[in-house]
């Protein structure tokens, strides 16, 4: 009986201590939405007050732009065939940025990868600052290297090119290190023990486990990249985001054709992200007859 009691005793403690523990967490989870709110509320203000004209001002005039788009679009729909082959080497243009970039990033990332990966890398005490330069590729946004480039080089799709492509090693060589991690180590000590380079560890070793991987990571970058190259148009680098910021400007009377122009951009990403999506299974899970849903 006594050795229950102590149990009993032994359970109502842990049952209370649980409880605490409980109570506590509660506790903190609502002071920190609490604190979240208030710095929620304190920004909105901060960038209310410091907005031309407001935001509770200019919140009826959202719709305006897109009623005035749709309405031009629909007044002159007979022309919207005539747009669509008008901007479409524009389109071509943006995509050949987004592959190019891509591609160069994609390189650049694999082997900065294959030197921050601990355990394969040739020079271990690299690893750390290698790992930070990368962070600050991925962390700088596109805009901000395009337009530091563009004020060295002048405007047009190179400056966007190297943009997105310094953001993309930044971005792939985070991804492809991670996946490095998970490579076997078995391959490389076998190559290594027949006196093998590094280079010929990295290309015959691990590179031939992971390949999937890097085409399917690649894929979905270049899906991003053609959103990014679409964007930094409007800071004047050329491809279509340049022709959208020129037909999006008030009282030109070219609604139409940014119309025309949306729907060539959302085609585009619509197929993209389709067939690298049916790639990227074939890839990963070897599926011959993968199918996506649209």
Not at 204 to 233: K, M
């Amino acid at each position: 009986m006594v050795d229950q009691t102590e149990n009993y005793a032994n359970v109502a403690d842990l049952s209370t201590a649980y409880l605490a523990q409980v109570k506590a967490k509660r506790l903190m989870n609502f002071i920190m939405l609490v604190l979240f709110l208030a710095l929620l509320g304190a920004g909105f203000y901060t960038a209310d007050s410091r907005n031309a004209g407001g935001f509770w001002d200019g919140i009826g005039n959202v719709f305006d732009f897109p009623e005035a788009m749709l309405g031009e679009a629909i007044e002159r729909v007979q022309l919207m065939p005539g747009y669509l082959v008008k901007y479409l080497p524009s389109l071509i243009e943006t995509i050949n940025i987004a592959a190019a970039s891509t591609l160069l990033g994609a390189v650049l990332g694999l082997f900065m990868s294959l030197l921050v990966t601990r355990g394969f890398a040739p020079v271990p005490m690299l690893v750390g600052p290698l790992r930070r330069i990368l962070d600050v590729l991925r962390a700088v946004p596109e805009i901000v290297i395009a337009l530091v480039l563009i004020f060295m080089l002048g405007g047009g799709p190179v400056p966007a090119m190297i943009a997105i492509a310094l953001h993309t090693v930044g971005a792939l060589g985070k991804l492809f290190s991670e996946v490095n991690e998970n490579a076997s180590l078995k391959p490389v000590e076998g190559l290594a023990s027949v006196g093998a380079s590094w280079t010929q560890r990295m290309w015959l070793g691990v590179i031939p486990q992971v390949a999937p991987n890097y085409l399917s990571y690649a894929l979905l970058r270049f899906e991003i990249n053609i959103r990014a190259s679409a964007i930094l148009g409007f800071v004047g680098a050329g491809g279509i985001g340049y022709d959208l910021r020129n037909t999006m400007s008030w009282g030109v009377g070219k609604y139409d054709e940014a119309a025309a122009i949306f729907i060539l951009l959302f085609l585009t990403i619509v197929v993209v992200d389709q067939l690298s999506s049916i790639m990227r299974k074939r890839l990963t899970h070897g599926n011959s007859s993968a199918e996506v849903t649209l």
